[in-house]
């Protein structure tokens, strides 16, 4: 179905010499893959993806919900639940004071329900800015609450994960978020209900682990770094050389984790065509 619909994407390797390139003026910001400058106003018009390579920058929860869902119809959920240091582990209240100062969230992920290209959908949006994204046990809780309403209201449920992976501050408590929201998502997949997992860079550790890698359609930001250890780890205890972009999204879609890597542009697109084919013309 999914071959037929989209079609499958020839990913041809550019030699770094032959990317495009324009140099950077002061107060631009500078691609990382090919050193263009790229002003404010070509971020934005281009949803922070460089205009003239396609490398894309990371987007913060609140960005990627406004670029995704209908203009004032997201509901956010749990705005109250907030982590606290269960074990007592050194430093770890100072941490979660500072990111919430910084991010102005109260945890590593928005939930709530929203008008996603005319249909109604639970989305879980993450922010790598807030301890890298990690899973820790409100996170768990958010998600698992968030696919418990998305059966009540029978709706698609999409995560946008990005992840540095579970919460070392919180230990065990950490780990269990994985055993539990998989858990949540089996009752939904009972339900027949969908459920659309896109993974950007990085998702990393328990989250594609768990509920992450649990999608009915799995997607993935060109370029995304997507595993449980990171190379240089396996490197390291294998003491053996890689293959290139081993992990990156291309690769995985290649060895069949992912289902579709989608440019950031067409993303919106792609998640309304594959939600007309699950729903058809129930709008929710």
Request: charged share 20%; with cysteine.
């Amino acid at each position: 179905m999914l071959k037929r619909s989209f079609g499958k994407t020839k990913y041809i390797p550019v030699p770094q010499d032959a990317l495009p390139y324009r140099p950077a003026k002061p107060g631009q910001a500078v691609c990382p893959q090919c050193t263009s400058g790229i002003s404010e106003e070509e971020m934005q018009e281009n949803f922070k993806v460089c205009p003239f390579c396609r490398h894309h920058f990371p987007m913060n929860a609140h960005e990627r919900l406004s670029w995704i869902a209908e203009a004032g119809s997201f509901e956010e959920w749990d705005t109250g639940l907030s982590s606290y240091n269960p074990l007592e582990f050194p430093g770890y209240d100072e941490k979660l004071a500072d990111a919430r100062e910084k991010t102005g969230l109260q945890e590593a992920i928005i939930t709530g329900v929203a008008r996603v290209q005319g249909y109604q959908v639970v989305l879980g949006i993450m922010d790598s800015r807030f301890l890298m994204g990690s899973m820790g046990s409100v996170v768990g809780e958010k998600i698992s609450r968030a696919i418990e309403k998305a059966m009540e209201l029978g709706c698609p449920f999409i995560t946008f994960a990005v992840a540095g992976g579970a919460r070392m501050q919180e230990g065990m408590l950490s780990l269990m978020q994985m055993a539990k929201t998989s858990a949540a998502l089996e009752r939904f997949h009972k339900r027949g209900l969908l459920y659309i997992s896109v993974m950007t860079h990085p998702t990393v550790g328990g989250v594609p682990a768990s509920f992450a890698g649990l999608g009915d359609i799995i997607i993935g930001e060109p370029g995304a770094l997507i595993g449980f250890t990171g190379p240089r780890v396996i490197e390291q205890t294998l003491g053996q050389r890689l293959p290139e972009r081993f992990q990156r999204a291309e690769f995985q879609l290649e060895h069949g984790m992912l289902d579709l890597v989608v440019d950031r542009a067409e993303l919106p697109a792609v998640i309304g065509q594959i939600l007309r084919l699950h729903l058809g013309g129930n709008h929710g």
